[in-house]
């Protein structure tokens, strides 16, 4: 499996981008799909999840309200809206497929992972 994220870039404070995940190989309806994020001199940290056949999602509470996750499965594709950003939410941004379909908030349940897309929010 190999996922490519993309989107990333710099933008104002209350501003808006859509960053997405292409997924390719052997995808499998199952699979959830996950975004997370590493600050510099931070962890990385759980930002949204959807589980891939049934659509459920689930946020971190610091984006809830204010990010969208969604997909495309026709597109192998996962999308996340965010809106009303924040300085606070500069950092690349991670996708990663979890195969056992669980969309968990940890990082170690998730077994792919993209390259990362570095979103930058000013003041």
């Known amino acids: 499996v190999q996922l490519q994220a993309s989107g990333g870039g710099l933008v104002q404070a209350g501003g808006s981008l859509r960053l997405s995940c292409a997924a390719s190989g052997r995808i499998f309806s199952s699979y959830a799909m996950g975004w997370f994020r590493q600050a510099p001199g931070k962890e990385r940290e759980f930002v949204a999840a959807?589980?891939?056949?049934?659509?459920?999602?689930y946020y971190a509470d610091s984006v809830k309200g204010r990010f969208t996750i969604s997909r495309d499965n026709a597109k192998n594709t996962v999308y996340l809206q965010m809106n009303s950003l924040k300085p606070e939410d500069t950092a690349v941004y991670y996708c990663?497929?979890?195969?056992?379909?669980?969309?968990?908030?940890?990082?170690?349940?998730?077994?792919?992972w993209g390259q990362g897309t570095l979103v930058t929010v000013s003041s």
């Open positions: 990663a497929a979890d195969q056992f379909g669980q969309a968990g908030w940890a990082v170690y349940e998730y077994d792919y």
């Open positions: 959807i589980r891939w056949s049934g659509g459920s999602t």
